[in-house]
Nanobody, 124 residues
Framework: QVRLVESGGGSVEAGGSLNLSCVVS????????MGWFRQAPGLEREGVAA???????TYATFAKGRFTISQDNTKNTLYLQMNSLQPLDTAMYYC??????????????????WGQGTQVTVSS
């Protein structure tokens, strides 16, 4: 069992920044993939970025150059630094874990455990 708790969401103006955190507890796995996802009202959940313990990272096109995923294994915490935020980034952001991952991807269906989410609202 893996428990995930996100924090760091909030309301910012366009061009602003936020740093999301996700504290991971419970069982951990050597080949565990951690990801950030988002879901706006009326839209499907989409992958933002993912990473694993080897330092591999993958980003959605909209996130490249603006968002950075990282993890501090000593603190069991996953981060998502988001810069140059735009109103289209407004969504509920979730972290998720894919245990025993053969491939670290961004498809929500690959992930086994989910946090409750943290809301990000960007105003113009």
């Amino acid at each position: 069992q893996v428990r995930l708790v996100e924090s760091g969401g909030g309301s910012v103006e366009a061009g602003g920044s936020l740093n999301l955190s996700c504290v991971v507890s419970g069982n951990t796995y050597k080949n565990q993939c951690m990801g950030w996802f988002r879901q706006a009202p009326g839209l499907e959940r989409e992958g933002v970025a993912a990473t694993n313990r080897d330092g591999y990272t993958t980003y959605a096109t909209f996130a490249k150059g603006r968002f950075t995923i990282s993890q501090d294994n000593t603190k069991n915490t996953l981060y998502l630094q988001m810069n140059s935020l735009q109103p289209l980034d407004t969504a509920m952001y979730y972290c998720a874990a894919h245990v025993r991952a053969a491939v670290c991807g961004r498809r929500p269906a690959q992930y086994n455990y989910w946090g409750q989410g943290t809301q990000v609202t960007v105003s113009s």
